[in-house]
């Protein structure tokens, strides 16, 4: 497949990281919910549960691998539709597996951090195998998403692009929303807690993704087009 980059297809991705970015915390936070019977807070990047939830209910852990298990899922069904046959199915797989950044998840389980250690940590009470167990898991889970994708650039460029889109994401996500949303955040802009357990600016932030993401979800299936095997792409 060429790529074929466009501002519509930029917009819409970026909107579609962002949604998943969000999803994957709401499952975080709704299972708690379902466990704990009542919502714990959160910010853009940070959850928890409402308080005594942990000693009250020790399976709440649960909440814990919801995200990452929900984000998995996500990557997986990307490298489903990797596999189909339409050019639409092959972009929104390819959309699908990089928006809910596989970067993110290794670099942060690489650091020793992340939902996956966490929670290992807490299960175990060893860090160092903790941190063995969840970094390995993630790259085997997220390796043959990556590499159906990375199968499908059959052109000179393949290696820049994968790296583009394996990598830019992540640091767009901490910029925007864990940098600016979370810096807005903190100086008291729409702070105050409502629904979901969430800032009013959180909630604000969710719709409009979405939005975004409905408005513009078409051009998520124009990433590039196809051409013969034996076609020689610049």
Same mark, same amino acid.
């Given at each position: 497949m060429k790529i074929r980059i466009t501002v519509k297809f930029i917009i819409a991705f970026l909107a579609l990281t962002f949604v998943m970015h969000e999803a994957h915390e709401i499952v975080h936070t709704s299972v708690g919910r379902l466990i704990? =019977?009542?919502w714990g807070l959160r910010d853009f990047n940070v959850?928890?549960?409402?308080? =005594?939830?942990?000693?009250?209910?020790?399976? $709440?852990?649960?909440? +814990? !691998?919801? =995200?990452?298990? !929900?984000?998995?899922?996500?990557?997986?069904?990307? $490298?489903?539709? %990797? @596999? @189909?046959?339409?050019l639409q199915q092959k972009s929104l797989g390819f959309a699908l597996v990089f928006a809910n950044l596989p970067f993110a998840r290794i670099l942060t389980a690489a650091f020793g951090g992340g939902d996956e250690v966490y929670g290992l940590n807490i299960l175990l009470d060893n860090h160092s195998l903790a941190w063995t167990i969840g970094l390995s898991a993630i790259v085997l889970i +997220?390796?043959?998403?990556?590499?159906? $994708?990375?199968?499908?650039? @059959?052109n000179?460029?393949? *290696?820049?692009?994968?790296?583009g889109f394996f990598i830019l994401p992540t640091f767009i996500d901490l910029l925007l929303v864990l940098g600016l949303m979370n810096n807005l955040l903190a100086g008291g802009v729409l702070s105050d807690y409502w629904i %979901?357990?969430?800032?009013?600016? *959180?909630t604000v932030w969710t719709v409009f993704v979405t939005l975004v !993401?409905?408005? +513009? @979800?078409?051009?998520?299936?124009?990433? =590039?087009?196809?051409f013969p095997e034996d076609s020689s792409i610049a």
């Open positions: 704990c =019977g009542e959850w928890g549960l409402c308080e =005594g939830c942990s000693e009250q209910h020790p399976i $709440a852990i649960i909440a +814990t !691998f919801a =995200g990452p298990i !929900f984000t998995f899922i996500m990557m997986w069904i990307g $490298a489903i539709l %990797l @596999k @189909k046959d339409s +997220t390796i043959i998403p990556l590499y159906r $994708a990375y199968s499908i650039l @059959k000179k460029r393949s *290696v820049l692009w994968f790296l %979901l357990g969430s800032p009013i600016i *959180v !993401f409905l408005l +513009t @979800k078409n051009h998520i299936y124009s990433l =590039g087009e196809q």
